[in-house]
């Protein structure tokens, strides 16, 4: 069973406003305490058009919007994982708004290995310390009157964290819909067994508990749908429903992995989310310039 640390209400139903980028199919989201003006952005979008190298905060901008418009404090910018689809908005966010950006501490895992990939040199910290705070499994934390709890579900990275606020829980790349399944394993320091137990323990929550995707990419032509909840994931979910063995799914998600090409944006994407969103820096004339390993991924 998932222990969930005694000042966590599990009862308490925080507001979720969902942004959804349909350039990557990535669910942002604003999760406010609904007795105070606190609240925290999870999973924030930069925009890029890869082949012409530019970088735009029109996604970030709606949601830096919102909160302005109703005079909301920002307190926690989340990474749910090092995102390998799309680029962290969280340090632009935060230099218009605050807050402080987290992510799992397994971060230094993720820095270690693809600081060698993207051959960073000694000057790359593989600390974490880009990131203004390092959640391990079971750490809580503010945001307003409410208490988070983080929550390591590692398999589709080492470094993914399940956060549960309130009645919700927002599960990254962990899970998809129950018609999408669940996130591939076969990245660097990814494994199957290890994400079905990571899934598994968070079917352990209260079955009424709402789960947020980061994802959803409208499976055989539906609409697009990030919102479901535990009792729909472990009655219906296609790869991972009561009654799958963990064998059974292992088999299943490797098979699954062997036919998927690279994400698109994977390159420019862990360079710089394992940074904390920061772009590389500038050279003298002040251009920024991404690396392409090659034959390395």
């Not at 909160?67 to 989340?78: C, D, R, S, T, V």
């Amino acid at each position: 069973m998932s222990s969930i640390p005694h000042p966590v209400d599990l009862s308490l139903k925080p507001d979720v406003t969902p942004f959804f980028d349909p350039a990557t199919n990535t669910v942002s989201y604003v999760v406010k305490d609904p007795n105070s003006s606190a609240c925290a952005v999870i999973d924030s979008v930069m925009d890029i058009d890869y082949a012409s190298g530019r970088i735009a905060p029109t996604s970030a901008d709606k949601i830096i919007g919102l909160i302005q418009e109703h005079g909301w404090q920002l307190e926690w910018l989340i990474e749910t994982h090092v995102h390998a689809d799309h680029l962290s908005a969280a340090p632009y966010i935060q230099s218009k708004l605050g807050g402080r950006i987290g992510i799992g501490a397994n971060i230094r895992i993720v820095q270690e290995t693809f600081g060698k990939i993207f051959n960073e040199g000694s000057e790359f910290q593989r600390d974490g310390s880009q990131f203004d705070r390092l959640f391990q499994d079971g750490d809580c934390y503010g945001i307003g009157g409410m208490t988070a709890f983080a929550m390591h579900t590692p398999g589709h990275t080492p470094a993914c964290m399940t956060h549960v606020i309130g009645d919700a829980a927002f599960v990254g790349d962990t899970l998809f819909m129950p018609d999408g399944g669940s996130a591939r394993a076969d990245f660097p320091g990814g494994d199957a067994r290890t994400l079905y137990r990571s899934i598994r323990r968070v079917l352990q929550l209260p079955d009424a508990t709402r789960l947020f995707m980061c994802h959803d990419y409208g499976p055989n032509g539906r609409d697009i749908r990030w919102e479901t909840t535990v009792a729909e994931q472990r009655a219906h979910n296609i790869h991972v429903r009561d009654g799958i063995s963990e064998d059974q799914f292992v088999a299943a998600r490797e098979a699954r992995d062997r036919t998927l090409d690279m994400p698109r944006l994977i390159i420019p994407s862990l360079q710089v989310n394992m940074k904390a969103g920061q772009l590389p820096r500038a050279d003298a004339s002040g251009r920024r310039f991404l690396k392409v390993p090659l034959n390395a991924l």
